[in-house]
């Protein structure tokens, strides 16, 4: 049904128009869409659009408005499937839209002979396990390579698997046992496939308790090498299982907690499935400031879990609109009941609080990041004088305790802010003790022959936190690995080291730079530096622990001989136990709430 008119008229069409319920459109002039609408009852709902006192978004539509086509359904269940596949596809301009509308990424154990382990997004047809789903590309792929370490399941595909004459580098350095050439037998291959069957289906703590019992058999019998491989096979386990305090949760759930600011709206989303928390991500819908957050969750849920699969449980940090439609929607679609809850406590109370302190704390970076970032890189190039922009920016710094296991780190901005994934830390091994010069070039070295050939993106800036001595040494270190095209900044304290009072070395430049302490310039220099320093320390940190793993531990009041033993056990060494949270402390038998506690602020500094 349509109308259309150069001026609408909306009492003629309100006239014809039928109480049943359905999807409304709404188009413009140049039949452009407007927006698209659900409605239990159209005539009501289409009229309040010319009898209310709308906001001054909704009067703005409304003014465009040359027609409405609309469609008649059954139920309103089957409007708001409609609808949602309506503007999917076709995305009208003030319909609230999510920017990242791709689906849930799953692990896919295929059925062959000798399973594939892989990464799948999409349709589920082929025949095969699939797990999940994941909350993130990064989540499925950290978790692939993560127990390809532990159960060299192959993760090559078909065409490569079935052309094989001879093993692969993954065989050589131990991850993938080659079925592709006959070098493990189909029963072997089938139990490393179980284990991780088990693990992905949430039953981890059998496979590590197996685990841990074959490694106590092999160091009894003096097998040494096979106990360790059981133990790094632990390690990688627990890294994956990591609960981060997830308790009391057997099922599938996800959190959904919405933050609002500046006209900005951030939804996070955290996926519970087999009680162990898969991750979080973010969401940004497109929707207008005068959008009530209720209306937008409510958007949120019914782009988000229409079509895909959805948990039993889904808890809210607001309540949306029309959540008894939506349940029952997602309930006939899963074919189970589905619940929607706004009302939590206890421990499901806490994870709502941290999605919430989590919404809100990314909302935040990123308008920190569209309003800040680019102006700091412009304040930047201004400062130095720099005739472009600098796309890419390396930092460097090195740590040490009296010259004792030097760590050298480099941290990468570009103008979106930190690529962590760039992040690399250098162990120092080759120079005199304390010599951070040394460090330093040995640090570019490494890194610049990496670049030379290619693996790694040239930066436009080079900065280092020391000041002329140091960013001398740096360019020499360049000049003699042919590297000449790379601004060269130092960053060195000033007189008082306080903040703000940093001088800046241009290299080819005589004096020292000192910037307002309010300049933005500063501002993403300090970031930056503040940012290698951190990286460096962190690293030193652990080098220097996993040297004086006992003597950490004997540091603790009320850790003996035993309880150390039992700890580095449970956990595969010192290094994982400071990854360990107070819950997953507790959980080693004779340590109480107190005694983790303890443990744990102890490890951390506090």
């Given at each position: 049904m349509s109308e259309e008119s150069s001026a609408f008229d909306h009492r003629a069409f309100l006239a014809r128009l039928t109480s049943r319920p359905g999807v409304y459109r709404m188009l413009d002039a140049n039949g452009d869409l407007l927006y698209v609408g659900k409605a239990k009852n159209l005539k009501r709902r289409v009229s309040s659009y010319f009898t209310r006192a709308n906001s001054c978004r909704?009067?703005?539509?409304?003014?465009?408005?040359?027609?409405?086509?609309?469609?008649?359904?059954?139920?309103?269940?089957?409007?708001?499937?409609?609808?949602?596949?309506?503007?999917?596809?076709?995305?009208?301009r003030y319909n609230i839209l999510l920017r990242d509308d791709k689906s849930y990424p799953y692990i896919y154990l295929s059925a062959d002979e000798f399973p594939r382990l892989s990464f799948h997004r999409g349709t589920r047809a082929a025949k095969g396990r699939y797990f999940g789903p994941y909350p993130s590309s990064g989540a499925v792929r950290e978790t692939l390579s993560l127990l390809q370490k532990v159960f060299p399941v192959r993760q090559c595909d078909?065409?490569?698997?079935?052309?094989?004459?001879?093993?692969?580098?993954?065989?050589?350095?131990?991850?993938?046992?080659?079925?592709?050439?006959?070098?493990?037998?189909?029963?072997?291959?089938?139990a490393d496939v179980d284990n991780t069957v088990r693990f992905l289906e949430g039953r981890a703590s059998e496979?590590?308790?197996?685990?841990?019992?074959?490694?106590?058999?092999?160091?009894?019998?003096?097998?040494?090498?096979?106990?360790?491989?059981?133990?790094?096979?632990?390690?990688?386990?627990?890294?994956?299982?990591?609960?981060?305090?997830?308790?009391?949760?057997?099922?599938?759930?996800?959190?959904?907690?919405?933050?609002?600011?500046?006209?900005?709206?951030?939804?996070?989303?955290?996926?519970?499935?087999?009680?162990?928390?898969?991750?979080n991500r973010s969401y940004?819908?497109?929707?207008?400031?005068?959008?009530?957050?209720?209306?937008?969750?409510?958007?949120?849920?019914?782009?988000?879990?229409?079509?895909?699969?959805?948990?039993?449980?889904?808890?809210?940090?607001?309540?949306?609109?029309?959540?008894?439609?939506?349940?029952e929607v997602f309930s006939q679609q899963a074919d189970r009941k589905v619940k929607i809850q706004s009302r939590v406590r206890g421990e499901r109370l806490r994870w709502m609080r941290l999605a919430q302190e989590n919404a809100k704390t990314a909302l935040a970076a990123r308008i920190a990041d569209r309003l800040g970032v680019r102006e700091r890189y412009e304040a930047l190039q201004d400062a130095l004088g720099l005739e472009e922009i600098p796309e890419r920016m390396e930092c460097y710094d090195i740590s040490h305790t009296s010259g004792e296991k030097t760590v050298a780190s480099c941290v990468v901005f570009d103008q979106q802010g930190p690529l962590t994934s760039e992040y690399r830390r250098f162990n120092i091994r080759t120079t005199d003790i304390g010599d951070d010069y040394a460090a330093m070039a040995e640090a570019i070295e490494r890194r610049f022959l990496r670049i030379r050939k290619g693996e790694i993106k040239m930066p436009d800036l080079l900065v280092i936190d020391g000041g002329k001595g140091q960013i001398s040494r740096v360019h020499e270190q360049l000049?003699?690995?042919?590297?000449?095209?790379?601004?060269?900044?130092?960053?060195?304290?000033?007189?008082?080291?306080?903040?703000?009072?940093?001088?800046?070395?241009?290299?080819?430049?005589?004096?020292?730079?000192?910037l307002n302490s309010a300049s933005p310039a500063l501002h993403l220099l300090q970031q930056i530096r503040d940012e290698a320093h951190r990286?460096?320390?962190a690293g030193h940190r652990q080098r220097r622990a996993k040297a004086r793993q006992q003597s950490v531990l004997e540091g603790i009041e009320g850790i003996g001989a035993g309880r150390r033993r039992d700890l580095l056990r449970h956990f595969g060494g010192l290094q994982e136990l400071e990854r360990a949270g107070v819950e997953d402390i507790e959980a080693v038998k004779g340590i109480s709430t107190a005694l983790a506690k303890r443990i744990y602020d102890y490890l951390h500094g506090d």
């Open positions: 909704i009067q703005l539509m409304v003014a465009q408005i040359a027609s409405i086509e609309t469609t008649v359904t059954n139920t309103e269940a089957e409007a708001l499937i409609l609808e949602n596949n309506l503007i999917k596809s076709l995305k009208p078909e065409s490569y698997y079935r052309n094989r004459t001879r093993a692969c580098l993954q065989h050589q350095i131990k991850r993938c046992t080659a079925p592709c050439v006959g070098l493990i037998t189909k029963k072997d291959y089938q496979v590590i308790d197996d685990l841990t019992e074959q490694m106590d058999v092999a160091a009894k019998q003096l097998d040494y090498e096979t106990a360790a491989a059981f133990r790094d096979r632990v390690i990688s386990l627990r890294k994956i299982q990591e609960r981060q305090y997830v308790s009391g949760e057997k099922g599938d759930l996800d959190i959904i907690a919405a933050a609002s600011e500046a006209g900005k709206v951030c939804i996070q989303v955290f996926s519970i499935r087999g009680g162990r928390n898969l991750g940004f819908p497109r929707a207008s400031a005068e959008v009530p957050l209720e209306q937008v969750v409510s958007a949120f849920l019914a782009r988000h879990y229409i079509d895909r699969p959805v948990p039993s449980s889904l808890l809210v940090s607001v309540e949306p609109e029309d959540a008894e439609l939506l349940a000049e003699s690995l042919g590297v000449g095209d790379v601004q060269l900044l130092g960053i060195a304290k000033g007189p008082d080291r306080k903040p703000g009072m940093e001088q800046l070395f241009l290299f080819g430049t005589e004096r020292p730079l000192i990286f460096a320390i």
